[in-house]
């Protein structure tokens, strides 16, 4: 990727926002609290939710990707084997082990200020595993650069998956959508 997208500011969600969510994943949105993460496109990348449903179901996953165009792209990634890779690498990596244990320490810091959830994990296997590259590319656009080393790692080596254009349009015509 040439430039990766802007961190952007957590919004409050609007009607525009949440039509575009449920055509992105095919389903209304459970727990959303905010719009973590803007695409460059407009439309929601990033939500975050609450660490506990509406039905009181422990959510610990905090960013959650919405855009279809960005989780193909690191679903791609994630057969490549670079999960294995960044695996490998905190075996014998210290600075970067270090660095993953801080994200992991960011991610539960953000979520503990919203609602604790004692005993439940951070996500995407920090702080000793990589398994999840969507919970971690997440992660790297809620929180910005630099906070989340796999996740900015994958970040740069993604598509811009914006440059098409949106990835759902599903305002056209709708009330409350402008």
């Known amino acids: 990727m040439d430039t990766p997208p802007p961190k952007t500011e957590p919004t409050e969600p609007t009607d525009a926002d949440i039509a575009a969510f449920k055509e992105q994943l095919g389903r ?5 609290r905010s719009i973590a993460h803007r695409c460059p496109c407009g439309n929601p990348d990033v939500v975050e939710t609450a660490p506990r449903l509406e039905d009181g179901t422990p959510f610990p996953t905090l960013y959650y990707l919405t855009c279809p165009r960005a989780a193909s792209a690191i679903g ?3 057969g490549s084997g670079l999960m294995k890779e960044m695996q490998d690498r905190l075996a014998t990596d210290p600075e970067l082990a270090a660095a993953y244990r801080a994200a992991h320490e960011d991610y539960i810091a953000r979520r503990d200020a919203i609602e604790v959830l004692q005993g439940f994990p951070s996500a995407g296997g920090m702080p000793d595993r990589v398994k999840c590259l969507h919970v971690l590319v997440g992660h790297s656009l809620a ?4 906070v989340n080393p796999f996740g900015d790692e994958a970040i740069a080596l ?3 998956w914006w440059s098409k254009g949106p990835c759902v349009s599903p305002c056209s015509g709708e009330e409350g959508c402008a």
């Open 28 to 32: 209304p949105p459970r727990g959303l």
């Open 158 to 160: 993604l598509p811009e």
């Open 76 to 78: 791609t990634l994630e």
């Open 143 to 146: 929180a910005g650069p630099g």
